[in-house]
């Protein structure tokens, strides 16, 4: 009498159906996750320049940080992606506060303020200023200036980051 296992072989009814080695195609996921897993970067760019605009050179260290951006171009100025006001006007304005700039950071300040209350998250006052490196001083004190009266006392001031040695990294978008 035959031994039951080979017994089946001999008689399958479907010889044409074939199975997947699961085994294998998980180890091969697995290996492109630990490789995506080890050449991911946590340190990405949190900023992104505007395209016209041409942000300063700077040998600064300190890596950016998330924050509300403000983009100050040859042309606007812009909070978040709307834009706010033109540069023309900011710099023909009198006094230090620009009028339509404060109201947009008023209703963003708010809102950070009514989380805090609501969730907890605390409110850091933290702005990220894009600044062509060709800008009038006068208008970058304005907009700096309105985003300190309106709460956002902590400015970083984004910049390239300048090459240190040959060979090294290129530049990199960086905040100080």
Not at 3 to 24: A, C, E, M, V
Not at 43 to 61: C, D, F, M, R, Y
Not at 63 to 87: F, R
Not at 149 to 171: F, H, I
Request: net charge neutral; charged share 25%.
């Amino acid at each position: 009498m035959a031994y039951i296992p080979s017994r089946i072989k001999k008689h399958d009814t479907n010889p044409g159906k074939q199975f997947l080695n699961l085994t294998s195609l998980m180890d091969m996921f697995t290996i492109i996750l630990v490789f995506l897993l080890k050449n991911y970067s946590t340190e990405g760019a949190l900023i992104h320049p505007s395209e016209n605009l041409t942000l300063p050179k700077s040998t600064v260290q300190t890596a950016p940080e998330t924050a509300l951006d403000v983009i100050i171009s040859k042309e606007t100025v812009v909070v978040n992606d709307d834009v706010v006001e033109l540069v023309a006007n900011v710099a023909r304005q009198e006094g230090l506060i620009v009028p339509r700039l404060r109201d947009k950071l008023k209703v963003y300040a708010d809102r950070a303020k009514e989380a805090e209350q609501k969730y907890g998250i605390k409110f850091s006052g933290r702005v990220n200023v894009q600044a062509d490196k060709d800008l009038e001083y006068g208008v970058l004190m304005k907009v700096l200036a309105t985003c300190g009266a309106c709460d956002y006392s902590n400015l970083r001031l984004a910049v390239y980051q300048l090459e240190r040695e040959v060979g090294s990294a290129p530049e990199q978008t960086r905040s100080e």
